[in-house]
């Protein structure tokens, strides 16, 4: 079984502070996504990482995918209160680590709150 | 979450009843894929459908729960006979293709049983 290991579970931060949230397995990952979850929605997309190493950027989210491609992190800077939710890493199981290219694997989130 | 479409949001169902969500997906996205989400727990997977196929059913319990995909209308998951224990979000997502792509959400449904 591919396990998605996120941690803090909890982040309470103040408004203007840097944080970064991490996605660790001892599988490998053809393929890496970000979602955002607020209370009563679904999981929104942010971003998909697919190749080792790879680093992407959406306005004050930086996204890292391992070398590896056994594990992630989510660094916000400056984080603002409409930065509060819920972060879920979700992954393809590298097909010849014995998974599947189509099923998701869930870590269970990282709750992040962002105070004024 | 425009795209993805389920209804009902919320649906209230007494044990021993029939409960049927529905899922219209992305426009263009043909791959339909439902997950489970308990308290406390990450989303689960269930099935993975295409247009009138069940490709991998292997997340869904075997007893009491059924999806389909058919050529004309939304893709339907079925839970015959609820119990409380089927309490959960349920969440559809779909996809334009297959292998590695991401998948898009809708906003689920509540299920709860009394």
């Known amino acids: 079984t591919q396990l998605l290991e996120q941690s803090p579970q909890f982040l309470s931060i103040q408004e203007g502070e840097n944080l970064t949230v991490y996605c660790n397995s001892s599988?490998?990952?053809?393929?890496l996504q970000w979602y955002r979850q607020e209370p009563g929605e679904g999981p929104v997309l942010l971003v998909t990482v697919v190749t080792g190493g790879e680093v992407k950027k959406l306005k004050r989210l930086t996204f890292q995918f391992g070398d590896a491609r056994k594990d992630s992190s989510l660094h916000i800077t400056a984080a603002q209160p409409g930065d509060t939710g819920l972060y879920l890493c979700?992954?393809?199981?590298?097909?010849?680590?014995?998974?599947?290219?189509?099923?998701?694997?869930f870590g269970k989130g990282t709750l992040l709150t962002v105070n004024p | 979450n425009a795209g993805v479409m389920q209804n009902p949001r919320h649906l209230v169902r007494r044990r021993g009843q029939e409960a049927r969500l529905r899922c219209s997906p992305m426009?263009?996205?043909?791959?339909v894929y439902w997950y489970r989400q308990l308290p406390e727990e990450g989303l689960k997977f269930m099935v993975y459908l295409q247009k009138e196929n069940i490709i991998d059913e292997s997340g869904m319990p075997k007893e009491r729960f059924s999806a389909e995909f058919p050529k004309e209308g939304p893709s339907i998951l079925r839970i015959q006979q609820v119990v409380r224990g089927d309490s959960a979000a349920y969440f559809c997502?779909?996809?334009?293709?297959?292998?590695?792509?991401?998948?898009?959400f809708g906003d689920g449904t509540r299920l709860s049983i009394l």
């Open positions: 979700a992954g393809h199981p590298d097909p010849y680590s014995g998974g599947s290219n189509y099923k998701l694997t």
């Open positions: 426009k263009g996205h043909s791959h």
């Open positions: 997502a779909s996809s334009k293709d297959r292998d590695v792509q991401p998948q898009h």
């Open positions: 599988s490998v990952f053809s393929s």
